[in-house]
């Protein structure tokens, strides 16, 4: 017996059957000890951010102490930074509520999240005009789809025509609903039989070492 | 290199620099281009107007500033809505950065002046719960249980409007507002499918596709789509802000790439045609 395998084997199983019988059952005993795992689950992934700000230090210490790459500068400020947050973050015991962290998020980490985004634009726009050529059947398809859906999602196009706004309606209905309820549907089923097989301690992958 | 092969090959910055150009115009003097309100933004709308009085929301703000320029405006608009028909209000954020939204949101809204609202009776916000789909499922089951404190550390058996709602059971609709897929997929499973919750959903254009269907088999009561659906709340709620603004660009922006796609085609057909 490999316990280091089968402990976690029985605990996936344990708790398995205790969502299954919440799902599906109305014993109370049964909802307040999912209620208790759900907690811990909440608890757990709330400590994994912990974890990762670990891991950023490690990895990113280890960088700027060996400066070896171009970008080392970087991660340095990338640790700087992460150090200023939480510094202000505990130091007024407030935590992300208090007006000094709100005030460094707003004045450094929203505008660079913003122009992350929003840079996307240009891109699409330059790839747009790349891909987007009938080249064969199947391009002048997509092409065609793709200029009638730009031109449905184009404010003023079906504002001024609302057939545009209608063919778009038609697109993403019967053909995008359609396709993506198939896709999900396999999804679903996939879904049903790799919990099942995980539940019964046929799916290890998630251990990550059998 | 003839006259089609440059116009299949217009250098990159070029077409930046005018994709820029069509952002500036619009954003720097707005012209207030016509909008058509779309039927998803339009049954948004029309159930929060529908829901009685006092009825209680519970809102997931799950997104963070980069999806803020899409979302944050029609966040604004719907609270706006909810507000003015008087429906209570239990905020929480899947999305780490959710709480760094919320007083951006409410700084937009300003309940209290506008609306005399009261934090804690008329609304509450519970924070950063971590977990996606297991902080779903933990509001939704026994929030006590779960969460004994809103963001700024109050307890909640003092907020009234906390201490009412146990799971859910207690919240008449479900809404959400996120650029994560598997967050608006997330609500589908654990409100509606679980619970039988209705559902409101708000996410980024880009994801319309993957969540529409939800809204077509009538699982999501409404759907946000980005920034048009935005705007069309702003419309429809009286409350014109930045998203009517971004309505303009997004006119702008997109007929300007029709126009860079049919150029390219024409090109490309031309060229091969032979025609110099």
């Known amino acids: 017996m490999d316990y280091r395998r089968d402990i976690p084997l029985a605990i996936t199983f344990l708790v398995g059957i205790i969502a299954v019988l919440d799902y599906y059952t109305t014993f109370e005993s049964v909802t307040n000890t999912f209620t208790v795992i759900k907690n811990w689950g909440v608890v757990l992934q709330a400590f994994a951010l912990g974890l990762g700000a670990v891991n950023l230090f490690r990895v990113h210490g280890k960088r700027v102490s060996e400066r070896t790459r171009e970008d080392w500068m970087f991660s340095g400020w990338l640790l700087l930074m992460l150090v200023l947050f939480v510094v202000v973050g505990l130091g007024t015991g407030q935590y992300d509520a208090s007006t000094q962290y709100a005030w460094i998020y707003n004045a450094l980490y929203m505008p660079l999240g913003a122009t992350m985004y929003s840079s996307l634009a240009f891109y699409m726009a330059y790839g747009s005009y790349k891909v987007l050529r009938a080249r064969n059947f199947e391009a002048a398809l997509l092409f065609i789809t793709a200029v009638l859906v730009i031109i449905g999602n184009t404010p ?38 790799l919990g099942i097989k995980t539940l019964v301690g046929l799916e290890t992958g998630y251990l990550g070492r059998w | 290199m003839s006259i089609w092969e440059k116009l299949m090959s217009i250098p990159r910055e070029v077409i930046m620099a005018l994709v820029f150009i069509a952002i500036l115009i619009p954003a720097l003097n707005p012209l207030g281009l016509p909008l058509m309100v779309g039927s998803m933004s339009q049954a948004w709308y029309d159930t929060v107007d529908n829901m009685p009085a006092g009825s209680i929301v519970l809102f997931d703000i799950g997104y963070g500033s980069g999806g803020y320029p899409s979302l944050g405006p029609g966040n604004i608009a719907a609270f706006h809505q909810m507000f003015e028909n008087d429906l209570r209000i239990v905020m929480m954020a899947t999305d780490l950065e959710g709480s760094m939204m919320y007083p951006l949101i409410m700084a937009g809204v300003k309940p209290e002046s506008n609306y005399g609202a009261v934090y804690g009776e008329d609304y509450v916000f519970l924070g950063y719960i971590a977990g996606t789909q297991t902080a779903m499922a933990g509001v939704l089951g026994d929030l006590h249980a779960l ?66 269907p939800y809204y077509d088999s009538g699982q999501m009561l409404g759907l946000m789509d980005g920034i048009k659906g935005a705007a069309d709340l702003e419309f429809l709620t009286g409350h014109a802000g930045d998203a009517i603004i971004s309505s303009d660009i997004l006119s702008f922006t997109q007929t300007l790439v029709l126009i860079f796609i049919l150029i390219g085609n024409v090109a490309f057909w031309m060229q091969k045609g032979g025609g110099k």
Do not use: H
């Not at chain 1, 609302?162 to 063919?167: E, K, T």
């Not at chain 1, 053909?175 to 679903?188: F, M």
């Not at chain 2, 909640?156 to 809404?175: T, W």
């Open chain 2, 147 to 212: 969460a004994s404190a809103d963001y700024q550390g109050t307890s909640l058996s003092s907020l009234p409007l906390a201490a009412e709602v146990g799971g859910a059971e207690d919240f008449d609709i479900v809404a959400y507002m996120t650029t994560a897929g598997g967050t608006a997929e997330g609500w589908v499973y654990q409100a509606y499918s679980q619970y039988d919750r209705p559902i409101l959903g708000g996410c980024l254009s880009m994801m319309t596709t993957s969540i529409k």
């Open chain 1, 156 to 193: 003023i196009f079906p504002a001024t025509f609302p057939v545009f706004f209608n063919i778009r309606e038609w697109i993403f209905g019967p053909i995008v609903s359609g396709a993506y309820r198939g896709i999900r549907i396999g999804v679903g089923i996939g879904a049903v039989v």
